[in-house]
């Protein structure tokens, strides 16, 4: 079909433009990276850290510090911020070229009386679009020429295409029925035909409803709530810690020390040396705040979810937005879409059934001879046009989605090696309910296809396996047969054939021998049914949404396995669940796993109610339709095929539309919780050993056992280094067993407790004893200072190394919670790795960091003793794991 219209000229496109608008919509307003960087800075961590870093500034302008040591705070700022920052950033551009990339749609249109492509974006009211199958809608308007086949799914839901007619010449544009409209994101299947716009860029439907998107409050994930408290408590541990140890030293120093207390203390003393232990004491109080603030954590976070990341795209998960992993790890219900997540998206052949009742699944586990007559009967029996320029992926021009599911059955036959020619043909229509052509040539048939009960009632003979005409004797067995593939949602289908040429009446010819009854459905991946099991094995309550029937709904949640294992199972249809109130809907929830005949408006109301519940909740959605409840959810997952707008409100995008991805991403989204948890034990430990060092180390005659910059590396280098090997740990199958992390659940838990306050004291303990031994001061002195208060350098670089490596040591404890220490050592390639670039860089810091690091070389010797004595904490731990087995039970084992 040709059109041939003037369209507009450029005057009037400018004019219609400046009056109604550009056919851009309008999309989320993005953070800048400046923005982000300035909410990055708003931490509680950080604040504490900028603070400290305000008075080393201030005491090394006075002389009292080291210019390097606020160099290092500065540092330690900004490489946190700045990493978190950027990761972010960075990733949320990406994503955004990509969908920038893939609206670029071009469009047909006409303008100064020529067809001319152009950009979406530059549509206007009243241009004439050209539309064909494969086209999606650009705006909304009126069809005023042709007609069209329209997929509106991605607006309604519904998956049946809606037959769309022009409106007559003469009619106005206020007549214009549904049938009549055409709306933006909508998809032509079949037809040709002409539009004019009527309304473009957030005026259309599709924009009304990004509208509602853009309204939707941005929601903390769990772990970022579990984060805000950590920080809060970290703040005040560090602010009260830092007090504390001034006024230790201060009333240490002036009262304690002196003979006659404070009184002998003012006595002997200068002003300038009270301002010196009153600046000593400043400094200590730094020093505690630099400890107890775990810097790397915002950037280790930003590595571990990164790296989490690009594990996930490799399984065909995009994840939007960073936090979205650990999100969908803390699942506890998932609303999921059936058609094209839990089913392949398309109609397949399931089941074919001969005379005899019997089944076969597959073209070739058919007999040769029936194999063959099959393929004949459908291939020379469709309105299809065959295109076998490509054997593998033929192409089937004009065929419905019946039609198409019935073709590709027999893919690999579909080759006519003998010419034959069309008598005559009965096209399918509703009431007939069947179709017939009739064929001369290879052979002399006529071909019939139909709704099985109608073709049924005139088969007298089936086709046996050796490809003979039998008679048709036990056509109550076959009608059983056919009544439990009913049940499972299929849609059935006979093929058979006939001597009997077609008549004028376009009657079914009879007799008719049956070749075969085909159950059709939109079929399950192969994966769907273990997916859902694993997911509920997870503790995940999956419901599914669909607008389908309830009998097909509730037969694909048989055969998916919702509705195994729990004898209160319930399913709903749409009216069913309105007639509810949200108290009802609520109690009935944790049973209820499938919604028939859903709108779009279900789907936001149980999201709504299931956060109610303090659920974790998970929604699916393709179409504009979902962006809603998608936005609104707590993870929102798109399906990799859906809209733009559905991408554009999601965290998580599903590129291959699979719902066991969605059960990768929970289990990436587990196993990067236990990262960060992990990450925490680790550098917790060392910075409660830290604080407690420098708290009693002045009482020992230590005033700075570790200095500021030595801390600055064990808490923003090697920490972070250590969190690095963190993020490498492998996602264990066995994570999927356990239940979700309640929303409630702190970030510590008692066993991290238990770790963090058992291996954080006895390394205090055993630094104290290192400090204060005689046996230490002779082995890395060479002297005999027992009882001198005098610590030499290499003393002090002895001390400082066994520090670091015991807690390099305890970094294997930190890793797991097992016994075996080296679990799964090496499905984490990482952690060897980092591990060994942390001893290399703290040797060559104890080799060559010299003042800034007040450190000497170590003889092999010295060496040998430092590691030897930095062991401890490995016995220690496993002491305390095996008590806690006893105890309280393995929770490897729970």
């Known amino acids: 079909m040709k059109f041939v219209y003037p369209g507009l000229a450029t005057s009037q496109v400018e004019e219609s ?6 056919n851009e919509i309008t999309t989320m307003e993005r953070e800048t990276f400046w923005d982000k960087l300035l909410d990055n800075f708003k931490d509680p961590l950080i604040i504490i850290l900028v603070i400290a870093l305000v008075i080393t500034i201030i005491l090394a302008i006075l002389g009292y510090a080291h210019w390097y040591e606020g160099v290092g705070i500065a540092l330690a700022v900004v490489i946190a911020t700045l990493v978190a920052t950027w990761s972010e950033h960075s990733n949320e551009s990406a994503f955004q070229r990509l969908l920038e990339e893939a609206s670029i749609i071009q469009v047909k249109v006409f303008r100064d009386s020529k067809l001319v492509e152009l950009s979406i974006n530059e549509l206007v009211v009243r241009d004439y679009i050209l539309l064909q199958p494969g086209d999606t809608i650009p705006a909304d308007g009126l069809l005023i020429s042709g007609h069209l086949e329209v997929n509106e799914a991605s607006l309604t839901g519904e998956s049946e295409a809606v037959q769309k007619k022009s409106l007559p010449e003469e009619a106005k544009d206020d007549t214009a029925t549904e049938k009549n409209q055409l709306f933006r994101g909508a998809l032509i299947e079949d037809g040709e035909g002409v539009m004019r716009i009527t309304a473009v860029g957030d005026k ?13 409050e941005d929601r903390l994930s769990p772990l970022q709530e579990k984060l805000v408290v950590l920080g809060k408590h970290i703040s005040t541990f560090g602010y009260v810690g830092a007090i504390v140890i001034f006024l230790a030293f201060v009333l240490n120093v002036m009262w304690f020390q002196p003979e006659g207390g404070l009184t002998g203390y003012l006595a002997t003393h200068s002003t300038g040396e009270m301002v010196q232990h009153i600046l000593t004491a400043m400094i200590l109080s730094i020093i505690v705040i630099v400890v107890a603030v775990p810097e790397g954590l915002p950037m280790v976070i930003a590595m571990v979810l990164a790296m989490n990341m690009k594990k996930l795209l490799s399984v ?17 219900i998932l609303f999921s879409d059936k058609t094209g997540t839990l089913t392949q998206g398309q109609l397949m052949i399931e089941e074919v059934v001969l005379g005899n009742s019997q089944h076969y699944q597959k073209l070739p586990d058919l007999p040769e001879p029936l194999r063959q007559m099959i393929a004949f009967a459908l291939r020379n029996n469709t309105s299809a046009v065959i295109d076998l320029s490509d054997p593998q992926q033929p192409k089937l021009v004009g065929a419905d989605r019946t039609d198409q599911a019935m073709l590709r059955f027999v893919t690999p036959l579909l080759k006519q090696e003998k010419e034959i020619d069309i008598v005559e043909v009965i096209p399918f229509n509703s009431s007939r309910k069947f179709s017939a052509t009739q064929v001369t040539g290879e052979q002399d048939l006529t071909l019939v296809k139909g709704a099985a009960e109608v073709v049924l009632n005139n088969c007298t003979h089936y086709l046996d396996a050796t490809g003979k005409a039998v008679p048709l004797t036990d056509k109550d067995r076959l009608e059983q047969t056919m009544t439990g593939l009913s049940k499972r949602a299929m849609r059935l289908l006979a093929v058979a054939i006939s001597q009997t040429p077609i008549s004028d009446s376009k009657e079914l010819p009879q007799p008719l021998t049956l070749l075969g009854v085909f159950g059709i459905r939109d079929a399950l991946r192969t994966t769907s049914y273990e997916s859902v099991k694993l997911a509920k094995n997870a503790g995940i309550h999956v419901v599914m949404i669909t607008g389908d029937a309830k009998e097909t709904a509730e037969a694909i949640g048989r055969d998916v396995g919702l509705l195994e294992g729990d004898p209160d199972a319930k399913m709903l249809t749409s009216a069913e669940l309105a007639k509810l109130s949200d108290d009802q809907v609520k109690a009935i929830l944790p049973h209820l796993y499938v919604v028939a005949r859903a709108f779009p408006t279900d789907k936001s109301r149980l999201v709504k109610l299931a956060k109610d519940m303090n659920w974790v909740v998970g929604m699916t959605g393709d179409g504009v339709n979902d962006a809603p409840a998608v936005k609104n ?10 809209t733009e707008m559905t991408k554009e409100s999601s965290d998580i995008v ?13 289990l990436y989204g587990r ?3 236990k990262s960060i948890r992990k990450f925490i034990v680790f550098q917790l430990t060392v910075s409660l050993s830290a604080v407690l060092v420098s708290f009693l180390g002045q009482f020992f005659g230590f005033q700075l056992p570790l200095t500021m910059t030595q801390l600055l590396w064990i808490n923003i280098i090697m920490d972070t280094l250590a969190g690095l090997a963190f993020a490498g740990e492998p996602a264990l199958q066995r994570y999927m067993s356990e239940p979700p992390i309640p929303k409630d659940e702190k970030l510590i838990n008692n066993d991290m407790w238990s770790s963090i306050l058992i291996n954080g004291s006895i390394a205090a303990l055993m630094s104290v004893i290192f400090l204060t031994a005689d046996f230490t001061k002779e082995i890395f002195t060479g002297e005999h200072l027992a009882g001198s208060p005098e610590a030499t350098a290499d003393f002090l670089t002895a001390f400082f190394a066994f520090f670091v490596f015991m807690h390099i040591f305890n970094t294997f404890n930190a890793r797991t919670q097992s016994f075996n220490l080296f679990e799964n050592f090496f499905g984490n390639k990482l952690f060897p790795a980092v591990i060994a670039g942390i001893i290399i860089t ?24 430092v590691l030897s004595f930095a062991a401890i904490l490995i016995p220690v731990d496993l002491l305390r794991k095996l008590i806690r087995n006893h105890w309280f039970g393995n929770p490897v084992l729970k």
Request: glycine share 12%.
């Open 17 to 22: 433009r400046a009056r109604y608008g550009s």
């Open 204 to 216: 259309t439907r599709y924009g009304e409803t990004m509208k509602e998107i853009l309204s939707a």
């Open 316 to 332: 065909k998960v995009l994840v939007r937005k960073l936090l979205g992993i650990e999100t969908a790890g803390s699942l506890t």
């Open 633 to 642: 959810a707590d993870v929102g997952f798109a399906m990799g095929s859906g």
């Open 654 to 666: 599903i590129l291959d539309d699979n719902f066991s991805s969605i059960t990768k991403a929970v």
């Open 671 to 673: 196993t990067l919780f």
């Open 842 to 865: 703290q040797i060559l810091l104890v080799m060559f960091g010299g003042d800034i690091m007040r450190t000497v070389g170590l003889t092999m010797t010295e060496w040998a003793y």
